[in-house]
């Protein structure tokens, strides 16, 4: 009986389609939620209404450090392979 040598390693295919798009929809949705706070910082603000503001400050904050923490472990991560 023959075996046949497989050209592709489909589980590592499989595994950078699944991180890729975890990494792309992940970052994407911090960013989106960090551009929300901000605005409804904004919006709070002009409101009057200063405990919400700051609270969706500090979801902004915290989705900004976030955002710069991937983009800095994906520079770290591609310069370490």
Known sequence: MR???SIV???KVLDVI???SVAGIGV???YAICVFGTTRVIDMTKAGRIPEAALYGAL????LVVTLASAVF???VMTTK
């Not at 902004?60 to 989705?63: E, G, K, L, R």
């Open 28 to 30: 994407t949705a911090a």
């Open 18 to 20: 699944v991180n890729s």
């Open 9 to 11: 390693e489909w589980d």
């Open 3 to 5: 075996v046949l040598a």
């Open 60 to 63: 902004a904050t915290v989705m």
């Open 74 to 76: 994906g520079v770290i």
